[in-house]
């Protein structure tokens, strides 16, 4: 295939570009590299490739979509730094020219698109808009305020991709991930669908950790977290629809 038909289908392919970078996808991952939609859970386990995959689809939007704006936005800035530090490795990997600006924070292509990591903070999240990706890393960690202060950045064309273990039954990613008619596409990537694990590393860490963490963080299950006084299911069982509430004079 010529140059110009690679560059094409890479366009038109995530995965196609991936694998021009040495990246073969596992099945999870094509779908989800693939995926059309505006809004999207991925409901994953710890070490699956997440961080790979959502590197990919960031390098590949800002290459083929020039002038795009694309946010990483993560707990802490170490952890959207990280991120960066994974496209930044990749776009080293196409042999491209030198970015226009690489910092900690940022990386601005020569066609002016631009990849920023950021904090969960209300403060640093505020005054960006128009962004043609956002990714919510660490997603169930991101506070519910942080949340509703990155919805309006997204461009009306945009997409956002939350990823996370879970972290109990609380917040907006387990909200949405219960909520089935909210219009948000959902993955979920078990230790058991993931080739980055074989039988015996799963024994191994099932064994070394407790049920909840393993449960948790492998299996994707959104339990009770242990510092909850009262479990969930035994506060909801704890209200009946037969009795009625004190009426106050």
Known sequence: M??????LAAALDPVVFGRRLGFDA?????????????RTLVLCARQVGKTQTTS??????????????????SPSQRQSDEMLLRVKALYRGLGRAKPSRDSGS?????????????PGTEGTSRGFSGARLIVLDE????????????????????AIWALSTPWGRRGWFHALHEDPVNGWERHKVTVYESAQYTP????????????????????C???????????TELVRAAFSPLVKGLELP
Request: aromatic content about 8%; proline content about 3%; overall charge negative.
């Open 2 to 7: 010529s140059e110009l038909g690679q560059d």
């Open 221 to 231: 299950e959104f339990g009770d977290t242990d510092s909850q006084l009262f479990g």
């Open 106 to 118: 940022e990386l601005v292509l020569e066609n002016g698109s631009r990849i920023v990591s950021l």
């Open 139 to 158: 997603a169930s960690r991101v506070e519910d305020d942080i949340f509703a202060s990155v919805l309006p950045m997204v461009a009306s064309d945009g």
């Open 200 to 219: 015996a590393r799963i024994a191994e860490v099932r064994a070394a950790l407790g049920s909840f963490t393993f449960a948790s963080d492998y299996e």
């Open 26 to 38: 596992e099945p999870w991952q094509e779908r989800l590299l693939r995926s059309s939609s505006a």
């Open 56 to 73: 990919m689809k960031a390098l590949h939007v800002a290459v083929f979509e020039p002038g795009s704006l694309v946010l990483i936005i």
